[in-house]
């Protein structure tokens, strides 16, 4: 330190230390001169001289909003704010405890310096310890800040200190009472900040991205009344649009996907098609133009993202390895990209009117999926090649592989042999998390579905076991109730394309890995009580004891199996029987003739079926049940 200045701190200090509050003021105008630099040290000893008490009373002076004492507060405030800066000051017990002083100088002088340095020490407090933080979060200090994000008109530091500030108190949970409190100024801040990022350039613009992103993720819009018709919607998607059409940086474009996928998350794939309309046009654009916007983006960020966490997985001179930050965010970055992509895919297949894209739109989608497709299987293939099977990045790669194949028919004989000659593999992979590869089968499924009513599909699926994978599936399922009922039904379809196909298939590969399914499905169904589930739960236990007899089923399971898969078989004939001339389900009708024609098939085979069925003595004008019955030599 220069000796004048030394000088000035020392006769700063003294007056500091005076008795008097005239000698004090003065050392507190003489002190506004010396913290402008970043002396910390000198901060620190002017800290030590005054202490609160001075400054406090300075403060506490301005809080009826006076005009007078307007100065005062701007002074002490401006060395207040030095304190603040300094994070061994601003995490001390006297500062901290000065927070409700600052909170009402915020809401009796919300514009000026006064406002601009408060904001900043609360900034300050809040950055330099969890005291700090939880102080604040207990203070109220959130609804005042939401109302004041709704007055910032341009980029400025206030707005950064205030953009900065709630995203630390969102960090660290906002208490219920204050979101209640700000409801009305949460969409108005919103609004505000939307509007600011669809017309600033200004370095405000991240920080307003990032107050998004840990505002979405928190999940306070869904405890508050938000309607899809408010402005802020529509505002919120030509800022996005905006972003995503200019030359934003890479960090600033993901950002806007990331804000994208919220809004979907809140609002439902139909917030892509809506009007977006950029500064200073006025003509009306097609209701597709953000979609399609959108669909471009993710073409060039899928590649790319892929092409990282490839070079990165299977490169062995990559710098970024598998357990690096960076390799963690791009993983993150694939999943955003894939979900958005979901979104894409239920948009491009939604029939509504209100919902529907335009044909064009529609012609121009298809192809960048097609291209984004082969880029997932180019990834998934070198997987393969280097035998590694856990990855979330793979097990999602092969979730939305599956989710379109499913999703897209038109798409399955361009892709399908390519996911038939990589199912094996795929059947192994699992997250990090898991011990087992549980969640791709269940994200597998509806393809596997799709391409197993082909013959040549079923027997490369038998071959290599993917039958016995699907069965250990439901076994799993059914026995820790881990997944919707819906997902059971698309395995128990791959389950009646096995065996429906040739008998040979069958034959060739063991009816015996089928058998186990005669004791899991019939509970799972009872307990459903709901008819599709029981007509398709009958039909494929029909159709495996199509495939052998009484004898050899009981060598692998008990009569009391076989005679509670007999009572599933009969509800199913006793459905028929009832609502035979008012067949409205054409699935239910298909699987119930499935069941009848197997029945039918087998009864003469299984003494104990034959029995029961003669027991029963039943009339029928149903074609399939009279010949069921005359197989089972009853007069009807």
């Not at 357990?323 to 894409?344: G, I, N, P, T, W």
């Not at 082969?374 to 099977?389: N, W």
Request: glycine content about 4%.
């Amino acid at each position: 330190m220069a000796q004048d200045s030394a000088g000035g701190l020392e006769s700063c200090l003294n007056l500091l230390r005076g008795n008097i509050d005239e000698q004090r003021l003065v050392g507190l105008l003489l002190a506004t001169k010396l913290i402008k630099g970043e002396d910390s040290g000198a901060i620190v000893q002017i800290f030590n001289a005054m202490g609160v008490n001075f400054i406090t009373r300075l403060l506490k002076s301005g809080t009826h909003g006076s005009k007078e004492e307007e100065s005062y507060v701007q002074l002490a405030m401006s060395v207040f704010s030095a304190f603040c800066r300094v994070p061994e000051l601003a995490a001390s017990k006297e500062i901290i405890e000065m927070i409700p002083t600052l909170l009402e100088i915020l809401r009796k002088w919300p514009e000026g310096n006064a406002s601009a340095d408060c904001l900043d020490c609360l900034l300050g407090i809040a950055s330099a310890s969890e005291q700090g933080i939880n102080a604040l979060r207990k203070s109220g200090v959130f609804p005042l800040l939401m109302d004041s994000l709704t007055r910032f008109k341009s980029d400025s530091e206030s707005l950064h200190s205030a953009v900065k500030l709630v995203q630390i108190i969102l960090a660290a949970n906002v208490l219920e009472h204050d979101i209640i409190c700000s409801s009305g100024n949460i969409i108005s801040a919103i609004q505000n900040l939307a509007n600011l990022l669809l017309h600033e350039q200004g370095s405000s613009k991240l920080d307003i991205l990032l107050l998004f992103q840990r505002l979405f993720r928190s999940k306070i819009l869904f405890q508050i009344q938000i309607s899809s018709n408010s402005s802020w919607v529509t505002l919120m998607r030509n800022s996005i649009g905006h972003m995503l059409q200019s030359q934003s940086g890479i960090e600033l474009k993901l950002l806007a996907l990331d804000l994208t996928k919220s809004m979907v998350d809140i609002f439902s794939s139909s917030w892509l098609l809506g009007p977006m309309v950029l500064p200073g046009e006025r003509k009306e654009m097609p209701v597709d133009r953000f979609f399609l916007l959108l669909v471009e983006t993710l073409r060039v960020e899928a590649l790319v993202i892929l092409n990282e966490v490839a070079h990165s997985r299977f490169n062995t001179e990559s710098s970024m390895n598998s357990k690096s930050d960076e390799f963690m965010k791009r993983k993150y970055q694939l999943a955003l990209v894939y979900s958005l992509l979901e979104s894409v895919i239920e948009l491009s297949l939604e029939e509504d009117d209100i919902s529907r894209l335009s044909d064009t739109a529609l012609q121009r989608t298809i192809p960048v999926l097609n291209d984004i497709m082969s880029t997932v299987i180019d990834f998934l293939e070198e997987a393969k090649r280097h035998s590694t099977v856990t990855g979330d990045d793979i097990l999602a790669s092969a979730r939305f592989l599956s989710r379109f194949l499913a999703d897209i028919p038109a798409v399955q004989r361009k892709f399908g042999e390519k996911l038939l000659s990589m199912l094996e593999y795929l059947f192994k992979v699992k997250s990090e998390s898991e011990e087992s590869p549980f969640l791709v089968i269940q994200f597998l499924l509806p393809a596997v579905c799709g391409i197993t009513k082909e013959m040549k599909a079923c027997e490369s699926f038998v071959s290599w076991g993917g039958h016995k994978q699907v069965i250990n599936f439901i076994h799993d399922v059914i026995r820790n109730n881990q997944v919707p009922s819906g997902l059971l039904i698309n395995a128990g379809d791959i389950i009646l394309n096995l065996l429906q196909k040739h008998r040979r298939l069958i034959e060739d590969f063991g009816v015996m890995d089928f058998l186990p399914l005669l004791s899991i499905l019939p509970p799972w169904a009872d307990s459903l009580n709901q008819q599709m589930e029981i007509s398709m739960v009958a039909s494929i236990c029909a159709l495996i004891l199509d495939k052998t007899d009484e004898e050899e089923a009981l060598e692998h399971t008990s009569r009391q199996v076989l005679h509670r898969v007999y009572r599933l078989i009969l509800e199913v004939i006793e459905y028929l029987e009832m609502f035979e001339t008012s067949l409205e389900d054409n699935n239910a009708e298909e699987l119930w003739e499935i069941t009848i024609s197997a029945c039918t098939s087998f009864v003469n085979r299984y003494p104990s079926f034959k029995g029961t069925l003669q027991g029963l003595n039943k009339h029928s004008t149903n074609l399939l049940l009279q010949n069921l019955f005359y197989q089972a030599r009853l007069t009807l």
